[in-house]
Structures are given as structure tokens and as C-alpha cells.
Nanobody, 122 residues
Framework: VQLQASGGGTVQAGASLRLSCETSARTFGSYSVGWFRQAPGKEREFVSYISWDGENTYYRDSVRGRFTISRDNKDNTVALHMNSLKPEDTAVYYC????????????????WGQGTLVTVSS
């Protein structure tokens, strides 16, 4: 499963961005997809994930209410809508996939995209 993350950029605090994770995998509908981020000098951390069927979504506390994850299994895409961005959201964002049940742990994911940089200025 190859993943392609896109949509990052440089914005001011309070702005919005939409990240996209795309794949050509025919079995994409069988995979839960997570978003993780890594800021300079910090470990990679969980941001959000959506279950394979789109029924369940999870967020880290600091982004809940500001970020929304969604998926379109017909187009093989997962989007992360980020609103009210803060400087502390600055990081490289990665999408990742694992079969069926999702996870909060990066180690559980088998496939990773290349990352897209989000920079939020104050």
C-alpha cells in the first residue's frame, strides 16, 4: 500500500488547512488510516485516526474540536481538516495505514506516506 500525503503549507495562527492522504490500493477500504506528526526535536505523535469503515474517529486531546478526519473509500482518500491552527501544530504530518482496526501507536502501522510540512506562524 503506497500512501501520498499532501496539503501542507505555511499559514498564520487561526487559519485552516486540509491535508489529504491518497492511495491507489484497491483494498484501501480494509485499512484504518492514522495521521501522526513530528515536530523538530520531538518524537512522532498520534494526531487522529479513522477506522476502515469510517464509523469511528479518534483525536488527541489538543486537536479535538479543531481537526476533523474523514475518508472517501470510493476515491481512496483520507482527509484531515485542520481549523484554528496554532503554532504548536507546526510539524511534519504523516499518514499511515494498517489493516482493519486502527491504533494510537505509530508502531502498529504498516504503511507510511512521505510526510507533508505544516508551519503555523504566530
Amino acid at each position: 500500500v503506497q500512501l501520498q500525503a499532501s496539503g501542507g503549507g505555511t499559514v498564520q495562527a487561526g487559519a485552516s488547512l486540509r491535508l489529504s492522504c491518497e492511495t491507489s490500493a484497491r483494498t484501501f477500504g480494509s485499512y484504518s488510516v492514522g495521521w501522526f506528526r513530528q515536530a523538530p526535536g520531538k518524537e512522532r505523535e498520534f494526531v487522529s485516526y479513522i477506522s476502515w469503515d469510517g464509523e469511528n474517529t479518534y483525536y488527541r486531546d489538543s486537536v479535538r474540536g479543531r481537526f476533523t478526519i474523514s475518508r472517501d473509500n470510493k476515491d481512496n482518500t483520507v482527509a484531515l481538516h485542520m481549523n484554528s491552527l496554532k503554532p504548536e501544530d507546526t510539524a511534519v504530518y504523516y499518514c499511515a495505514a494498517k489493516a482493519y482496526r486502527g491504533s494510537f501507536s505509530a508502531r502498529d502501522y504498516d504503511y507510511w506516506g512521505q510526510g507533508t510540512l505544516v508551519t503555523v506562524s504566530s
